[in-house]
Structures are given as C-alpha cells and as structure tokens.
C-alpha cells in the first residue's frame, strides 16, 4: 500500500468524522502478532502503522484491557465459529470435509479440524475481515456473518474502505480481478453460495425484479441440493411455538421447493396452506403454495383452490380494489402446470383485463400470440390519449 493510497484513506475517515491518531510502531505490531498468534498481511501492516481510529467498530490491536482482548479473541474467532453454527443449525457440509457423521459432537470436531486450517482472517471493521494469507498485498476484504453468508466487500484495503465509508458502490467493485484465496473464494463462488446470496437473500428489487432464479437450484450439485432443501423448508414458513402451525414469510422457498419437488417439504406446505387466508395477499399465497404442493405430488385437491382463488382475484379485479399487477402476474405462468380446462379458462379471461401488462402476461402463459394485445391498447391509446392501467 504507497503513501497516497494511505492518505486516500486517512482523508476518506476524516470526511466521516472519524477520529484519527498516530499508528502503532514495530514492536507494537510484533507484540499484538504474538500476543493472537497472527500475522497482518503486508498493506494492513502498513495501514496500522500509520493510523490508529478511535472508533468502537475499529479493532484496537494496542489496547490489551481484558475487554478489549475478549472483543479481538471473539471476532478471530467468529468465521470457525459461523461454519460451526451452520454445520449444527443449517445442516452445512462441504464435500472436501468427507462423508458427513451421524453424531452431532463427530459432525463439529470434523468440521473444525478442517476449518481450522483454512487461510487465517484478521478482522478489520465491525464484521468486515482480510486474509493473512498469501504474506502479499491486495488480498479482498470479506464480510462475514455465517459462513454460508459470506461476501466480497473490497477488491483489496483501499478498495473496501471506499465502499464501507460510500465513495463507490458495492457493486461496482471488479469482481473478475479479486484475487483467489483458497477455501474463501470457493465458499463465495461456489453455486450453492450463489443459490444463499441470489435466491434466499435477494432483497432488492433489481435482483428480484424477474422473478425467483430458479436455475441457481439447477446447478446444485446433489450434496448442495441436499442443503438447499432444508434451507428452503426453514426459510418457506416456521412453525409458531405458540400456535402449532406454519407461518407464511416469502414466496421464493416455497417456489423453489415445487421447483425440486421436495417431498419433506409437504407437512410445512400444507401448513401453510391452511393458514393463508386473512392477509391482503392470501390469495396469490394460496395459489402459490397450491402450485409447490401440485408439482410435488400431483394433488387433484389443489386445483379447486386455486379455481376459488383465481375467482375472488377476478372479481377484485373487476371492482378496481387496487390488485397489485406483479403480484398476479407472478401467479399466471403457474396455471397451465395445472393442466386442467377450468383454470386455464380462468387465465383466458385475464386476457380480457384492461391492464396491458396483465392481458398480455395471460396470453404469453397461455401459449398465445401476444401482437392482437399489443394491437387493442395501441388502439386504445391513441384513442383515448393514455393506456389504460
């Protein structure tokens, strides 16, 4: 790291009204290596030398208070610790670690012998962390929660520190040239960290804007479909301690547990189905959750549900009580699975809508040419001067 990448940074803290003072010096630096039994890689050495932050998200490697040293022991400890909560509570495996135990404690022990000796991560920021290993500069910056959460957050130190404090956008970092770090890049690259990131925490509307990705399901292996699944389940509805029964949270998991035709997912999807009326959206729910069921068992009882459903839509439809279009449109494409007359009778009548966007959207699910709906409210248009919505 040069001199004007440090003053960059040292300039960056102090436009975000952080407090900065001299670094630490040799000894001091070798004392905290020692004292953790870590080694800073080259540019977070430098870093350090140079600034200290007075800040409580920063971590103070010269403060050795018994507070201080449980707060540093914590957080060197945290990613061992996330994949140990994942491997007991999320029912995470990785292949390299071999057949997986029956015991619980086995399941742990291994699981730690193995992470163990994966490249060492020295926190930074909060729960932001660099690998000590290669002894180089430029090595990324992560963020970790869980072990199955983990994220690139800077393509090196100055890199991340311009994304943490808002100079540029998380995702304009250059993904294609953060340098591989072994077991940490895979565990981000891998498909089934791509399913977590882009299927089961998706929450912008960029990233869900075309519906659930259901490819990324596709391209698990049978070991991380494995994992997905009970992820899914958990993620699909849990079970109120309270009332005994499952709670309706996300669309997505319940999609995707149609889409690999989960079976040990049909106790929780009925659940839910039981439980679905009384919100704004119980009826896309139910036809949702009626669609999973469907393709995982082929359940004739689905089909008058969904008929019921699609009827009370249309008629809030019919009386303008605000439907959201998306939240139809969503369902539409599920009907013809059903493959059943009546409902796709139902879906023809959407065809009839005076929302464009949910005409044409019926006739493309139908398998229907789409130009005599581009044809009508282009007529419209120009005879009314707007489009209809």
């Not at 029956?102 to 962390?129: G, N, S």
């Not at 509805?237 to 309270?242: H, L």
Request: aromatic content about 12%; charged content about 25%.
């Amino acid at each position: 790291m040069y001199a004007h990448q440090i003053y960059k940074i040292t300039d960056l803290f102090l436009k975000n009204g952080l407090f900065v003072t001299m670094g630490m010096d040799e000894e001091e630096i070798s004392a905290a290596q020692k004292f953790y039994g870590i080694v800073f890689p080259p540019d977070l050495k430098k870093f350090l030398m140079t600034v200290s932050i007075e800040s409580n998200n920063f971590y103070n490697w010269n403060d050795y208070s018994r507070q201080n040293i449980e707060v540093i022991k914590k957080a060197l400890a945290r990613p061992v610790e996330s994949a140990l909560f994942d491997v007991e509570h999320n029912n995470f495996w990785l292949e390299a670690w071999g057949t997986k135990p029956e015991d619980l404690m086995d399941k742990l022990l291994t699981a730690k012998k193995h992470m163990d000796t994966v490249p060492k991560l020295i926190p930074i920021y909060q729960h932001r962390y660099i690998s000590s290993f290669p002894l180089e500069e430029q090595n990324p910056v992560y963020s970790v929660g869980q072990l199955t959460d983990t994220i690139f957050y800077g393509r090196d130190l100055l890199d991340y520190f311009e994304i943490e404090f808002g100079v540029k956008k998380w995702n304009d970092m250059e993904f294609d040239e953060i340098k591989p770090i072994p077991f940490w890049h895979d565990i981000i690259t891998s498909n089934g960290s791509m399913f977590r990131r882009l299927y089961l925490n998706a929450d912008t509307w960029e990233s869900s804007k075309d519906g659930a990705p259901l490819f990324l399901l596709d391209n698990l292996t049978p070991h991380e479909l494995e994992m997905a699944e009970q992820e899914l389940i958990s993620a699909a509805g849990f079970i109120s301690p309270v009332l005994g029964h499952a709670k309706f949270l996300d669309s997505w998991p319940i999609i995707g547990l149609g889409h690999i035709r989960s079976q040990k997912s049909l106790p929780v999807l009925y659940s839910l189905l039981e439980e679905a009326d009384g919100s704004r959206a119980a009826g896309k729910n139910k036809v949702i959750i009626a669609h999973s069921i469907f393709q995982i068992c082929s359940d004739k009882a689905m089909i008058p549900i969904v008929s019921r459903e699609l009827a009370k839509i249309a008629g809030l439809l019919h009386r303008s009580h605000g439907w959201d279009e998306f939240d139809l449109i969503e369902i539409l494409y599920m009907l013809p699975d059903f493959q059943d007359a009546g409902v796709n009778r139902q879906l023809s009548c959407f065809m009839e809508s005076e929302n464009c966007l949910i005409a044409y959207n019926a006739a493309k699910a139908l398998g229907l040419p789409t130009d005599p709906i581009d044809l009508k409210f282009k007529r419209n248009k120009n005879s009314q001067g707007e489009q209809p919505i």
